[in-house]
Structures are given as structure tokens and as C-alpha cells.
């Protein structure tokens, strides 16, 4: 079964009331168990961050709390080299990327593995890296 990595933006588009077919069926996918998603603890604090700020708390939580029981998701911690790994990054591109996208880039790099994002700014980091970074794209609506 073939692994990706998510970032927030397309867990926010999912979320939304405008979620997109392109999203919609990858988390069809995801829950058919044809594609191992995986996920940063930290992209959930910006997801709940989101759904907070559109629906309160409470509704949040229970969004979120839902999401995370239904949806066979790889809930990744972050591991001292890939800490390193990200902070690299970051360091190479410290205002065109947030702490988030590159802790992505850095997982998504180490795996060998398609990043699912929404990020625009991807096209300012560094060609070596970009070259290596398998990226699928998603936009809002």
C-alpha cells in the first residue's frame, strides 16, 4: 500500500464546507485502506487550530476527536533527526516556510514519500531539495 504524507491544508479543505472532489477521494482512499496516510502530531495542532477558529472549542474537539477514531491515520512523532532535518530546512528558507511545512518536507524527504499539500511557497525552497520532494498539490476552492 503506498504511504504520503499530509500537511494541514489538506486536512483544512476536508474540513471544510467546500471540500473538493481531488480531497474527497483520497480520503475515500485513506479509508478504503488503498493509500497509509501519514500525519505529524503537529499538523493537528494547526487543524484543530482551524476548526477552532471557524466552530469553536468544543466543536473542534469533537471534530477532530471524531476524525482522528474513523480515519485510519499514522499519527507520526517527531524524532531528533527529524527535528534536525526540519530546523535545516527552515534555516535555508526561514521566512517562506512555516515550522509545520518544513517538519513535513522533512518527514516526506526521509520517507521517500508523496507530499500532499496546499503550500505555495514550495517553488522558493532549495532546488536540491525540491528535486528530491515528490509533491501533489491540492488547492482550495
Known sequence: MPIICLDTGVLSIYFSKDVTKEVSNLMRKIMQKQVEAHVL??????????LCRNHGTDAAKSI?????????????????????KAGTIKCQKPSGLSYI?????????????????T????????????RRLNIVEYKFV
Open 41 to 50: 502530531k503537529p499538523v493537528f495542532v494547526e487543524v484543530f487550530w482551524h
Open 64 to 84: 477532530l476527536l471524531s476524525f482522528l477514531n474513523q480515519v485510519p491515520i499514522e499519527q507520526v512523532e517527531l524524532s531528533l533527526p527529524l527535528i534536525i
Open 101 to 117: 511545512d518544513c517538519m513535513c518536507i522533512a518527514y516526506a524527504l526521509n520517507m521517500k514519500v508523496p507530499f500532499h499539500t
Open 119 to 130: 503550500e505555495k511557497t514550495l517553488k522558493t525552497i532549495p532546488n536540491l531539495i525540491r
